[in-house]
């Protein structure tokens, strides 16, 4: 920052005409340090929300597989596209933007468990299905997976951000006192309590949901008891994708930002909220992904942006010394 | 048909098949093109390319003594990469000349083999200030944040505004266009009340911009390429801030106005290039560049780009009959008033262009060039 003095004198000039006048941060009356920080607190809301959108499904097929699913941020992307293909073909409602994004998630997850994962769970005796090394060689394959599809996108559309039309962007304002924050904002936060809802009812309450949740705790015994453990890892598959698409979607109308590495960071941080929150706990990297989001906006109150990136590796750094079962790990069920 | 006839015939049929056997002769001159055609930026580069094939096609279309070749390598915009290109363009006996790479970083850390093979490099885009001191080898076709900096903050201080908050790219280019202009803006008498830096391809910049809202600056002056443009703008009128918004010509790119759309109404910018400028050059490769890619009119960085090729084609012509990389170099060095699409480029002894900035304004969907 060289040749930089950023002195932070606030005389009060007569500027005010540069000012928005009708929202209660940016009005005449600044500086209000409370609505300052109010804002910055809604801002980390709506980024820890993202982060979470994106950490229920990553979470649910690790708690299956105990093994990282690194196509995960492919399959946001690709639900992205999709939507945006169908939105500039069809411009449908949302809604119905929506559906179709989620059907061609789940084909996705399929599609990525058949290619990356079950070719690795071709034997089923004791010692593979046991075996470290046959579990974690899908974390290669998985990364194979996500290079060829994100080259894939990128021959097919370009590395560039793709144009959005731009009615169809979850951006428009909403004053909420001191506080502004968009549409996108309300409709991520319920497709988010939506989704962990459905989640929760799913595992608890449907035949799926239990061979999930008796798969994810202990495989071989499943299989003993007669489970079909690979349909219930292909379900796993499908709805883990059909959030993770989905999740790309609505944060790619709501930046308006869609290109073809656009699920790497969002995946680093679900990583990172899923690790804090104890690897297999859904409701845990909720959490996580929201105090994240949190965090990261809170910092930049106080550090430069740039070093905004730094609150979660340290986060994570922190996770594994102190809590290597995560935050919310140790007492509580898998998935 | 008489004897004569006959024989007229005759001498123009060997005239054409001997034509035509020196055709098929030419010679051949080549010349490397590093430069990212996949990865995070790889839609410059794939516009790089474009624009060289257009300056090529008509080139070697023109009926010169010798056809040239261009070889074009995928730098990822990648130092590592880049330096391994280098290496290999070196070692090619044939290449006597070498255009790229897309960013300061890649075009820098490329320079040091160029520089220590003798190599001449000529960059359409790296403004790193550091980049032409590197060597009497290295040559750029792009204005310079030294240029562009100062300027920028006349054109502010002109308009009134003294206190200004500065946010750039965390790179070695947005470095430069902070402290570049922060120096003029002390000079004239402003103040610099916020200056951050950020990661390119930052999702949300709500948390900088609230931040630049807290300190009540009269003006915006920002380092960004026009994906992340289109982002701030976006974001900021979200969030209900008017501030005027100054950028360098990093930023000017038709995409940005169709990213952001009435978002971007009243940014200012610097330009080189205007492609409604009337200018018949201008007006050839508009219309050259729409015909080949389906796409609306270039950017700046594909005119800069198509400038820089038919400066080095143009060296090679000097340089010919056998053109080395020695008088490849001294024929780049010795341009004078080449008419390009980006002004007329002169490389002065330190192997910097000057070129004329025009002040630009977005304008119902349009760059619109203005006085003041």
Redesign the interface.
Not at chain 1, 1 to 10: D, H, I
Not at chain 1, 158 to 161: H, K, L, P
């Given at each position: 920052?060289?040749?930089?003095?950023?002195?932070?004198?606030?005389e009060s000039?007569g500027?005010e005409n540069?000012?928005?006048e009708?929202?209660g941060?940016?009005g005449p009356n600044?500086?209000v340090p409370m609505d300052?920080y109010l804002?910055?607190l809604a801002?980390g809301l709506s980024?820890g929300m993202v982060y979470a959108l994106m950490a229920i499904g990553f979470t649910l097929i690790f708690g299956v597989l105990n093994v990282v699913n690194f196509a995960h941020g492919e399959v946001y992307t690709v639900g992205a596209f999709a939507g945006l293909v169908v939105i500039s073909a069809f411009a449908p409602p949302l809604i119905v933007v929506l559906l179709v994004v989620v059907a061609v998630g789940a084909l996705a997850g399929v599609g990525l468990e058949r290619i990356a994962f079950k070719p690795f769970r071709r034997f089923s005796d004791e010692a593979s299905l046991k075996s470290r090394a046959m579990r974690e060689a899908t974390l290669m394959s998985s990364l194979a997976v996500s290079i060829v599809v994100r080259?894939a996108v990128?021959i097919g559309f370009?590395?560039?951000?793709q144009?959005?039309p731009?009615d169809r962007?979850l951006?428009s304002?909403i004053s909420l006192g001191p506080v502004?924050i968009?549409s996108g904002d309300v409709i991520i936060l319920v497709v988010a309590a939506l989704m962990l809802g459905g989640l929760q009812y799913v595992l608890k309450r449907t035949n799926v949901g239990l061979s999930i949740r008796a798969v994810s705790s202990n495989p071989l015994g499943a299989k003993y008891v007669g489970i079909n453990t690979d349909r219930t890892i292909i379900w796993t598959f499908a709805v883990g994708s059909m959030m993770g698409a989905a999740a790309g979607i609505l944060v790619g109308l709501y930046?308006?930002?869609i290109f073809p590495?656009m699920g790497f960071?969002p995946g680093i941080k679900a990583f990172v909220a899923m690790v804090m929150g104890g690897l297999s706990s859904i409701p845990g990297a909720v959490i996580c992904a929201l105090i994240l989001g949190f965090s990261?906006?809170i910092a930049?109150?106080f550090v430069?942006?740039?070093w905004?990136?730094m609150v979660a590796y340290g986060f994570l750094i922190v996770t594994l010394i102190f809590f290597p079962r995560g935050i919310f790990g140790g007492a509580r069920d898998r998935v | 048909m008489n004897r004569r006839d006959l024989l007229i015939g005759a001498g123009l049929a060997a005239l054409v098949a001997s034509g035509g056997a020196a055709l098929a002769q030419q010679p051949v001159v080549k010349i490397g093109y590093q430069l990212p055609l996949t990865g995070n930026t790889a839609q410059y580069g794939q516009d790089f390319k474009n624009a060289a094939e257009i300056a090529l096609a008509k080139f070697n279309a023109s009926g010169k003594p010798f056809k040239v070749e261009i070889v074009f390598e995928d730098s990822r915009s990648d130092a590592k990469e880049g330096i391994a290109i280098a290496r290999k363009f070196v070692d090619d006996k044939q290449i006597v000349g070498v255009l790229g790479d897309f960013t300061s970083g890649v075009s820098m850390a490329s320079a040091q083999v160029y520089k220590s093979a003798g190599m001449p490099q000529l960059s359409q885009t790296a403004s790193h200030p550091d980049y032409a001191k590197i060597s009497e080898w290295q040559f750029r076709n792009i204005t310079t944040q030294a240029q562009e900096g100062p300027y920028n903050a006349d054109w502010m201080a002109d308009q009134g505004f003294k206190k200004i908050a500065v946010i750039a790219e965390q790179t070695d280019w947005g470095q430069t266009v902070v402290s570049n202009f922060a120096d003029e803006v002390k000079t004239k008498g402003g103040e610099v009340v916020f200056s951050e830096f950020f990661n390119r391809g930052l999702a949300d910049f709500r948390p900088i911009i609230t931040k630049i809202a807290r300190e009540k600056p009269d003006a915006i002056y920002t380092g960004f390429f026009y994906e992340d443009g289109a982002q701030f703008l976006k974001q900021m009128k979200q969030l209900g801030l008017t501030i005027p918004v100054y950028s360098t010509s990093a930023a000017y790119n038709q995409k940005l106005i169709e990213l952001a759309g009435a978002d971007a109404e009243g940014m200012h910018l610097t330009a080189t290039f205007l492609p409604s400028n009337p200018a018949p050059q201008v007006q050839e490769f508009v219309a050259a560049w729409k015909e080949k890619t389906g796409q609306a009119e270039p950017g700046q960085f594909p005119a800069q780009a198509y400038d820089a090729v038919n400066i080095m084609l143009a060296a090679l012509e000097k340089a010919w009959p056998e053109p080395t990389r020695e008088k490849v170099r001294d024929a780049l060095a010795a341009t004078k008033d080449f008419p390009g699409v980006t002004g007329d480029t002169t490389f002065d002894a330190d192997r910097e262009p000057a070129k004329k900035l025009t002040k630009a304004v977005v304008k119902g969907g349009q760059f619109v060039a203005v006085s003041n």
């Open positions: 920052m060289a040749g930089t003095n950023p002195a932070m004198t606030l000039v500027l540069h000012w928005h009708s929202r941060l940016f600044l500086p300052y804002q910055q801002i980024l080259e990128e370009g590395s560039q951000f144009t959005v731009l962007l951006n304002p502004t968009v930046y308006g930002a590495s960071i990261e906006s930049t109150i430069p942006s740039v905004a990136d | -």
